[in-house]
């Protein structure tokens, strides 16, 4: 998986964006704001915006963005307050995997009701805006794999970050505003075991503790 980085201004702030041009055929599962669900793709961009974002079209500035950097056809968009610059990048038997790591506010994927949502904490007095929180992960697997085994791998990918966050010392499973995105080449076989080693694969780093240091 060959990640690009590019620089852009704006907002008033030098801001980075990965960028994973793998071409066609690929199938991805994506939770993402462009190009969610399962579909075919091209490329896969992951844009970091300024701490106090406020666009309501994101999807069109993805649009864009996906523009700007000369992506043409169907692809996959996520955004994200933390930095992009520090993407960090892991391999294991053909799975490959990029994702950068924000956790100011770590939250738990079932929490009790009635309680403050920390993600929604207003801006300071002095305008400054809290860190962000957001973790943002793209998984390549070398194998095609069906509907329901593209589904597995994003339940695979998902508990190893929250594995991950609870060896690390966090209390939670992830971040409100988590993303992923899972590519496997097409076309999708018939079949798939519910853990084959790409699956444990994509989950392995999950045992070592977070790829990154958080923002």
């Known amino acids: 998986m060959r990640v690009d980085l590019h620089w852009r201004e704006e907002d008033g702030a030098r ?25 075919s793709a091209r490329w896969v961009l ?10 309501m079209d994101p999807v069109d500035h993805l649009h864009e ?11 996959v968009g996520m955004l994200t307050a933390a930095s992009v610059e520090r993407t960090q ?5 053909g799975v490959e995997v990029s994702a950068t790591v924000g956790l ?17 904490a207003p801006i300071r007095l002095d305008g400054t805006f809290p860190r962000p929180g957001t973790i943002n992960i793209v998984v390549s697997v070398p194998v ?5 085994a593209l589904v597995n791998a994003v ?9 991950a966050l609870i060896e690390a010392g966090y209390q939670g499973t992830g971040t409100a505003s988590d993303a992923i995105c899972v590519a496997a080449p097409e076309p999708a076989e018939r079949g798939s ?12 780093r999950g045992s070592r503790g977070p790829s990154t240091r958080p923002s």
């Not at 075991?193 to 392995?204: E, F, H, T």
């Open 144 to 148: 095609p794999l069906t509907d329901a």
């Open 155 to 163: 339940m695979t990918a998902t508990e190893a970050k929250s594995q």
């Open 15 to 39: 801001l980075a964006a990965t960028v994973w041009r793998p071409g066609g055929g690929l199938r991805m599962i994506s939770s993402a704001m462009l190009g969610g669900g399962v579909t």
């Open 46 to 55: 992951n844009a970091q915006v300024a701490g106090g974002y406020s666009r």
């Open 104 to 120: 100011r506010v770590p939250t738990w994927a079932a929490a009790p009701a009635g309680e403050d949502d920390p993600e929604l």
């Open 89 to 93: 990048r892991a391999g294991d038997g």
């Open 193 to 204: 075991p519910s853990r084959s080693p790409v699956r444990a694969r994509s989950g392995a």
């Open 65 to 75: 963005l996906a523009a700007a950097y000369g992506l043409e056809g169907p692809g």
